[in-house]
């Protein structure tokens, strides 16, 4: 029973490092690599003088709001909108990245009859986690991406899938009303429509105002490491 349970394990976690990634034996979960760097380009390089992209800034801005409220995987309701503190720019969130192009209008489209919190869950995962420039569904490591997002780690997040059927670099209808992002120099604005977020969007963002101070990691057990690496 103990070599079918560590065997089991050893399948959970390896799927989970082929989505995720790794570093040191160490899984990133619920993070990649490329999250990661975008979180870290989304920071603020000035902020009254001071700049968000030092290693503090990367704990306080970014992995602690994710560390501090490990029930939303639990619950699937993450990300939250706690992965979006003061410290990122606002050009950079994900409402704004997402307003108005392609990739923007298919989450729209394919999430209609969802909720306005599923929505958002699903713009803030293609604007870190992916790539919000693509809208095209291809295959990386024997399954589909959509704009970078493979299948596996919308499972992970409780996210429906939204690309194409078949990995061809299709892109995925969008609403023909939807005009291309055009090649201004500015972040582009959002619609009006995206500032109507349901009551509870607004309250999660008055309670994000600080980042806390790091003082220690509650429940770390989200970057486990491996059995080969303790």
Known sequence: MSLQKNGDARRERDACVSTFGEVAGVSLFPFTGAALD????????S?????WKTPRGMLQAVLLPSL??????????????????????EHRRAD?????????????????????????????????????DRADTIEEKGELALAGV???LLRAFNLPW????????????????MRPTTGGAGPAAAPSQQVTNTRQEETDRTVRSTAPTPTGYPRAHWGKRSSTGS
């Not at 902020?47 to 700049?51: E, Y």
Request: proline fraction near 7%.
């Open 68 to 89: 501090s409220e490990p029930h939303r995987l639990d619950e699937g309701s993450y990300p939250g909108v706690g992965i979006e503190p003061l410290p990122i720019e």
């Open 96 to 132: 704004r990245v997402l307003s108005s192009n392609r990739l923007g209008a298919i989450i729209k489209t394919q999430l209609a009859a969802s909720s306005e919190q599923e929505r958002s869950r699903m713009r803030r995962t293609f604007a870190y986690w992916g790539d919000p």
């Open 150 to 152: 493979s299948e596996s």
């Open 162 to 177: 939204i690309g194409s059927d078949r990995a061809d670099g299709e892109q995925v209808a969008a609403p023909e009303t």
């Open 38 to 45: 975008r979180l870290y380009d989304s920071l603020k390089e």
């Open 47 to 51: 902020d009254k003088g001071l700049t």
